[in-house]
């Protein structure tokens, strides 16, 4: 998952306002934080397209489990620590003000068990008044199954399309991603990504939130419009 994708994901995802969507997460932050820090961690940071916009003002962090997109993120955005890691279990040993946990990443934990993990985790790395924004996958009532989908990338020198189809078993998306990416002087890569993400309901994600000692609520207006945002303050 995200291995061969990791060079094209910017070009797949070209369509999507990682500014605009830093500068709300921004005006969350000074209206929810009251640690005195900046210290700031994106979990599931992908190539780096979200923290670009923090590095100025925070000291970043970014991890993902996926090395090759670490390594794309790496070579971007200088003055920046990314790692390697599990959201589930990773252990940085420092204390944040700021976790960010977006695009849906945290879907990927794909149970409820890793999910409360997760939460708990993200609480350990997480100073007095500091803020964890979650920017959730799709409950289970909201999710399109069956529907096929289709992304392309259009430009001089690769152009690319993806297709997809939707499926549910209990609690999970399964969405079987076919790549096809044509570069200018290349033989055509072909390839398919599967991803499995977890149907995790509202009420449970807040629930975790709260056990895990985070003042908790979900705003329907977030970054993308069919999504919401989590946003929980550590008392
Ligand atoms: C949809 S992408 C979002 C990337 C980035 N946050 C963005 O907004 O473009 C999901 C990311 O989560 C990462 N990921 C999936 N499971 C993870 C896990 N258990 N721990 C950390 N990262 C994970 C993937 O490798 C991928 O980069």
Redesign the pocket.
Known sequence: ??KEL?KF?DLI?HW?D?KA?AETIQELIKKFKTSDGYILL??????G??IKYFKEVYSCTG????NE?VEVAKSKVKGVNFKQ????D?DLNTKFDVI??????IG??KTYI?LEK?IINFANHMKKGGVVII?PWFTKSAFWVGVPGMTTYDGDDVKIARLNTTKVEGDLSIMEMYYLIAEKNKDIKHFIDIHELGLFEHDKTLEFMEKANFKSKYLNDGLMKDRGLFIGIKL
């Open positions: 998952m995200y990791a994901y995802y999507k990682y969507e994106d979990v599931g940071c992908g190539t397209m979200h991890i993902d489990i996926n997109m890691g599990d959201m589930i990773f960010l946990c977006l695009f849906s990443s990927y934990v890793n997760t920017e």
